[in-house]
């Protein structure tokens, strides 16, 4: 009763607390037991000894047997049965999520003996119609990779790392469409879709990929699931003890920097002084044999990087800490009860600002900043297992993380955006193109931008025999997630354009260019809450073939920052209920020949978004920003600090009085938000369809072949719209909808096109090759055919080569941004298509002990499209891909490693190099041909949409732009990013 009584109490709290999906920190190991001649046998023994401890099941009529919540790991199975032989195998490894199918016969035997075999494990999950891939922690530490866990991702199909679409990208999503999760707790960022919290791979035991055909237990994400559990003790005490070091003198050259104002366009600086240590130890082992194991790990990550900027002498200092701890108790009450308690514990704090490279930053710019980025997770989860048939799960956790910014005192920053200023440079006023007086992060403070996300959950599971066998398992899922925020500028940032008129198409130009003042902040407090429920069944129809069906649905309550001003606005901006989110998810997995050697798969489903916390805040209440535009006419730039006061972020304030032709815009006007959503409003929806097929060449590799189509049903954004004041500024207004629909779509008369609609359709033919670890070597190859296409790449946008602000790009800004300049709609290839992608990597173990492990990868150049823009809106002029593609990208990276026998320690020394060759291929060229808007260059122009699709649309952009003498960009075409030069690290650890 007792027991009982925990269980019930451990799942009560798991209720109340206030969850995110369900998240796997398990795996399952199942199968079929059976007699010589293919009868099922009822009442073995199965007995298993792994990372769980030891657990006992007992087959059923049908020969089944199951040990539905295991820790990831490898595991000796025994099965035992009165008159037949007994049967033992070890090293049967169960992965994270993994759903192990061990079959075994026995024997009839008179006498007493036992068959043992070694790796008894086949290699495809016949069972299973996801897409997924685990990396278990001896791959992970075999094979080359950065520091973090989400370091390694790229390996798993589909995945890849892509900057331009804001890191990991699963099969054409952008990387702020994935989950994030850490032993059971989302991690993810609330704001912005991406990892949340770093995490070193010592710490990690296993990391899980799901990239398509995941189960309606998982939802709120339209990429992938990126889950890591971290490392638990063992039976035997283990633990390591050492650390990592690099240094900058190791690594490959800095790449050149693009300078519009310098002669030849580009200059190449000499790298910065910087050194990295990592000390750290880890430690786990038993408390209770067989019952209750902890795990405790440190690591600091110490940076220090000092930099003499261009012909400067004095030496600026930076230092970054960033901690890694983790730690954990995990046990089992005989084989009914499993639980596990988690803290992952990770602050950073960044001690100093570095000045410009170019030595534009004024000697007494202060510097001396600190911030702080305090990040934590806690979770615990239990699994009661009364019986082999049901069993429960329960969880609950907390993932905090705040920026706390102190020591800015500057209250003005100018930063010369575009032009040269029309002065020899020995004059003393002369300052290149992007001169700041004040480096940005010495100008961005923060008292706080508190998250926290307190999440719990708690699911059923049963086994039934009728018709097959069915594995029914139901779930609710909760999460509450908080923010109070006070950050931005801590004064006025002026922006100079020498020559140009202003960058919002407002005609304000003067002798000299214009100028814009604005004070950009983020003030308030709300907070959000997230239901989900789901049902789903995994159908055994047939031993060789599985069903596995399953419906989602989620109850999704978005704020209104603008609720903690203004009492009577509504608390929730936009609310979506179970009806609106339901999501059906189908698969099938038919084990063709029944030896689990040929298995046929396919999936389809519906996947939906939790909606991003940057949209609500930019929009609903807590962004302020009032663009303020001058005249430029002067040379002495320095004085226009002492001629403005503080913007207030009113729009009837004009902070520069003493200067002319002011005109100001409103690009964060509030409001009810009520009035600026689309009562309609559907939330952000993929469809995926997928089909595989998987072949045991032999007992140790594995071909694979998958097709999958995802396409985007609907998105959210802002659609933007100019509106003209009576006192002759203007505000963008703007309306929260689906692109293209409902309120937003519209059937305007003449000649002005339909607002567009979102799209994106990737589908790709996927081919693979794998050989686990034998005789000396494992491989693991890829190719992939795709095309990625549409006018939208996702929440963060390649469109802006990564930026990360989801529903809220500039991609419907304005109506212009979807037609070229013949008025057609932009359809084509996105920035992130690679229609052919190798990757390879493998792992080769010498006879005389070194470990070599190697991962290579080839990929297209991205596609590239001449950027205009039209009253301040960026768009396509020439449609996408005019300028055709980038060269391939290429790298290869290298770990290499050795131990030695040093008493009973193993010393462990090992050299990890990304990019061996050093190779800078260009990876972003400028593709801005024009510094003028199309509406700075015509007299007739009135930033209308009538104006422009009546009286101009068709036109050729180039020739009109020339025509009216606008000014063009001297670095169109030319590079201006490149391949991150090689980094090298050496580690050395002593492991016992």
């Not at 997924?132 to 973090?148: F, H, N, T, V």
């Not at 609106?580 to 978004?609: C, E, H, I, N």
């Amino acid at each position: 009763m007792k027991r009982l009584g925990l269980v019930f109490v451990l799942l009560m709290v798991a209720v109340i607390a206030a969850p995110a999906g369900a998240q796997e920190q398990t795996g399952v190991l199942t199968g079929r037991i059976t007699a010589d001649g293919g009868e099922a046998l009822p009442g073995v023994s199965v007995e298993i000894k792994g990372p769980s401890g030891t657990l006992v099941s007992v087959t059923d009529a049908r020969g089944d047997y199951r040990f539905p919540r295991v820790s990831p790991g490898v595991y000796t199975i025994t099965a035992r049965l009165q008159g037949f032989q007994t049967y033992e195998a070890s090293r049967v490894p169960v992965a994270l999520g993994d759903r192990a199918i061990l079959n075994v016969t026995l024997k009839i035997s008179s006498v007493m003996e036992t068959v043992v075999v070694t790796g008894e494990r086949v290699q495809i999950a016949v069972g299973e119609n996801s897409t997924a891939a685990s990396m278990a922690a001896e791959q992970i530490a075999l094979l080359p990779k950065g520091r973090d866990f989400t370091s390694v991702v790229a390996q798993a199909p589909g995945a890849s790392n892509e900057a331009f679409a804001g890191g990991i990208s699963i099969d054409g999503a952008s990387g702020s469409e994935n989950r994030f999760v850490i032993d059971g707790i989302d991690t993810t960022r609330p704001n912005d879709g991406l990892s949340g919290q770093g995490f070193i791979t010592d710490f990690v035991e296993e990391i899980q990929v799901k990239s398509a055909g995941y189960s309606a237990e998982f939802g709120g994400s339209l990429g992938g699931v990126i889950n890591a559990i971290t490392k638990s003790g063992t039976n035997e005490f283990h633990g390591w003890l050492g650390g990592y070091f690099s240094s900058s003198s190791l690594n490959g050259d800095r790449r050149p920097i693009a300078y519009e104002s310098w002669p030849g366009f580009y200059r190449t600086f000499d790298k910065d002084d910087e050194s990295r240590f990592e000390p750290g130890f880890a430690l786990g082992g038993p408390i209770l044999k067989d019952s209750l194991w902890f795990y405790l790990g440190y690591s600091p990550t110490l940076r220090s990087i000092e930099r003499t900027p261009y012909e400067k002498t004095t030496t600026a200092k930076q230092d970054i800490t960033d901690h890694f701890f983790a730690g954990n108790i995990k046990g089992n009450i005989g084989s009914k009860l499993v639980f596990k308690v988690s803290a992952n514990v990770t602050p950073s704090e960044t001690d100093g600002n570095l000045p410009a490279l170019d030595g534009s930053t004024p000697d007494d710019a202060d510097l001396d900043v600190v911030s702080k980025f305090p990040t934590s997770s806690y979770s615990a989860y239990a699994d009661f297992v009364p019986t082999s048939n049901f069993y429960v799960s329960g969880r609950v956790g907390l993932f905090e993380t705040d920026t706390e910014i102190t020591g800015i005192d500057a209250q003005n920053r100018m930063l010369f955006r575009n032009g040269v200023i029309p002065l020899p440079t020995t004059d003393p006023r002369y300052r290149p193109t992007g001169f700041a007086t004040v480096p940005n992060d010495s100008f961005q403070s923060a008292d706080e931008d508190n998250w926290k996300r307190t999440s719990a959950g708690i699911d059923a599971n049963l086994f039934v025999t009728a018709l097959g066998s069915h594995s029914f398992k139901a779930g609710v899922q909760y999460e509450k997630i908080e923010n109070s925020v006070s950050l931005g500028e801590n004064g006025n940032y002026f922006e100079v354009r020498w020559g140009l008129p202003d960058r919002f198409g407002m005609g304000v130009q003067g002798t000299y260019g214009s100028v814009g003042v604005r004070r950009f902040r983020t003030e308030g407090a709300a907070e959000a809450s997230n239901v989900g429920l789901f049902i789903q069944d995994t159908w055994n129809i047939h031993p060789n073939l599985t069903l596995n069906i399953g419906v989602r649905t989620e109850q999704e309550r978005i704020p209104n920052y603008g609720a903690q001003v203004d009492p009577t606005l509504p608390k929730n901006a936009i609310e979506f209920d179970f009806k609106d989110k339901l999501a059906p998810r189908l698969g099938f997995s038919w084990d063709v020949t029944g030896k689990q050697q040929l298995k046929v798969y396919g999936s389809y489903g519906t996947y939906y978004d939790i909606t991003k916390l940057e949209m609500p805040r930019g929009s609903f209440g807590a962004d302020r920003w009032i663009q303020h535009m001058y005249e430029l006419n002067t040379l002495n730039w320095d004085t226009l600090f002492a001629a403005c006061t503080r913007v207030d972020n009113t729009l009837g304030q004009n902070p520069c009085p003493t200067l002319v032709g002011h005109k100001a815009r409103d690009l964060r006007a509030p409001g009810d938000p009520h009035d600026s959503i689309d009562p309609n409003l559907k939330p952000m929806e993929n469809q995926e369809i997928q089909l595989g097929v998987d072949y045991q060449l032999t007992k140790n590799s594995v071909v694979s072949a998958r097709y999958v189509n995802k396409t985007l049903k609907n998105t959210i954004e802002d659609i933007g719209y100019l509106v003209f004041l009576p006192d002759g500024s203007s505000e963008e207004q703007y309306i929260t909808g689906n692109p293209g629909k409902g309120i937003v779509s519209g059937d305007p008369a003449g000649p002005i096109p339909p607002q567009a609609e979102a799209i994106r359709d990737y589908e790709a033919i996927e081919l693979t090759f794998s050989r686990r670890f034998a005789d000396s070597f494992s491989v693991r190859a890829a190719y992939v055919y795709s095309k990625l296409s549409g006018n939208y790449s996702g929440l963060a946008s390649s469109d802006e080569f990564g930026r990360t602000d989801p529903n809220v790009a500039r991609y419907f800004d304005g109506l212009v941004y979807g037609y070229d300049s013949k008025g057609k709609l932009v359809d084509g290839v996105l920035n992130t298509d690679r229609p052919h992608a190798f990757e390879v990597q493998g792992l080769y173990q010498a006879s005389w002990g070194t470990n070599i492990g190697l991962n290579f990868s080839w990929a297209s150049g991205s596609p590239v499209s001449t950027d205009g823009s039209y009253n301040g809106v960026n768009f396509f002029p020439n449609g996408r891909n005019d300028m055709g593609r980038l060269s391939s990208l290429t790298q290869t990276d290298l770990l290499l490693t050795h131990p030695f026998k040093i008493g009973g320690f193993d010393l462990e020394v090992s050299l990890n190099v990304l990019n061996l060759f050093d190779q800078d291929t260009v990876t972003r060229i400028d593709n801005v041909k024009y510094f003028d808007d199309v509406c700075d260059v015509s007299e007739e122009c009135d930033g209308s949409n009538d104006w422009y699709f009546s009286d101009l649309v068709p036109y050729d952009y180039s020739t009109y732009m020339d025509a009216n003498h606008a000014s063009k960009n001297p670095l169109y075409g030319k590079p201006l990013t490149y391949q991150a030069p090689r980094t090298v690290r050496f580690g050395l650890k002593f492991v016992f």
